[in-house]
């Protein structure tokens, strides 16, 4: 998984998709992300279960090389109303009923989760993990068509997805937090309100998810504590022709009133 650079830069591409329409980069990213969450000592998580790869309203982001072969990082972008409920419902609900409630509120218009973020250790330190896969993640939202995001951030994440627009919800767990994904660990509830306004966005982070999003496919060299690195961003999504919003928001009513994924024994929670 050797790192190409030029110039003294990693070189990568920052590619997004939806997750039915490249099952190979999907298990590309699985293996990738469990290799993260092992190290740090996390054998079984909700979210990363490998479900998401079939599920039709499933989004991912994906750090590569040029030719594809070698992955260094990743996100997901799950939309409420898909074949899944979101990873922070299968995560917190049985620990807080009222998270359903607030993710059915939002999903009215439009919801998903910003969730799997991870990068491996070969790019560790140049923000890829953190501050440039958020800020692409912001940028496709309106494609897809959704209004908000969901996110369950660890504490070192926190000050980092306030700086991009979210902000914290205290309406449920513990003032917005739960121990998750162990019990040492602690999850805070944020979300981002409008994904198109950003108005709660610092001006850099504003104005870098903007030219993303208006700009697309776009080579910037991107800086983060004196480290450079070289992003190919290709975030175009493709065959969003077949992609419906108005439909899976009305999947996600249709949910609600079977209580298809609100029984509580049907979850699997840490």
């Given at each position: 998984?050797a ?10 591409r920052l590619?997004a998709?939806r997750?039915?329409?490249d ?7 699985i ?5 993260v ?5 996390v054998?079984?998580v909700t979210?990363?279960k490998?479900d ?5 309203a ?5 750090v590569e090389?040029?030719?594809g072969?070698n ?6 972008i799950?939309?409420?109303g898909?074949s899944?409920p ?11 009923a009222?998270?359903?409630?607030l ?7 439009g ?12 790019i560790?330190?140049y923000g890829?993990?953190s501050i440039f ?7 496709i939202?309106p494609?897809?068509?959704i209004k ?14 306030k700086?991009?627009?979210y ?14 994904p162990?019990?040492?660990?602690l999850?805070t509830?944020m979300?981002?309100d409008?994904?198109?306004n950003?108005d709660?966005a ?18 910037r060299i ?5 480290k ?5 961003y290709?975030l175009q999504l493709?065959n969003?022709?077949r992609w419906d919003?108005k439909e899976?928001?009305k ?20």
């Amino acid at each position: 998984m050797a790192l190409i650079f030029k110039e003294g830069r990693p070189v990568v591409r920052l590619r997004a998709f939806r997750a039915i329409d490249d099952p190979k980069t999907c298990e590309r990213f699985i293996e990738g992300h469990a290799h993260v969450l092992t190290a740090i000592g996390v054998k079984k998580v909700t979210s990363s279960k490998n479900d998401w790869m079939y599920n039709p309203a499933a989004f991912v982001l994906i750090v590569e090389s040029l030719d594809g072969e070698n992955v260094y990082g990743g996100a997901r972008i799950h939309v409420s109303g898909g074949s899944q409920p979101l990873p922070i419902e299968e995560a917190t609900g049985r620990m807080d009923a009222k998270i359903f409630d607030l993710v059915w509120d939002y999903a009215q218009e439009g919801t998903g989760e910003g969730c799997g973020l991870w990068n491996s250790r070969e790019i560790a330190g140049y923000g890829i993990g953190s501050i440039f896969l958020t800020r692409a993640a912001i940028a496709i939202a309106p494609q897809i068509g959704i209004k908000s995001l969901f996110a369950l951030c660890a504490p070192y994440t926190i000050n980092l997805t306030k700086c991009v627009g979210y902000r914290l919800e205290s309406g449920v767990g513990n003032n917005g937090t739960f121990y998750y994904p162990k019990l040492d660990l602690l999850a805070t509830t944020m979300i981002l309100d409008d994904v198109n306004n950003l108005d709660l966005a610092s001006e850099e982070d504003r104005q870098a998810i903007l030219e993303l999003r208006n700009r697309g496919n776009v080579v910037r060299i991107e800086e983060l504590r004196s480290k450079e690195i070289e992003i190919h961003y290709m975030l175009q999504l493709d065959n969003m022709e077949r992609w419906d919003l108005k439909e899976v928001i009305k999947q996600m009513s249709k949910q609600k009133n079977n209580d298809e994924f609100f029984d509580e024994n049907n979850l699997n929670i840490l």
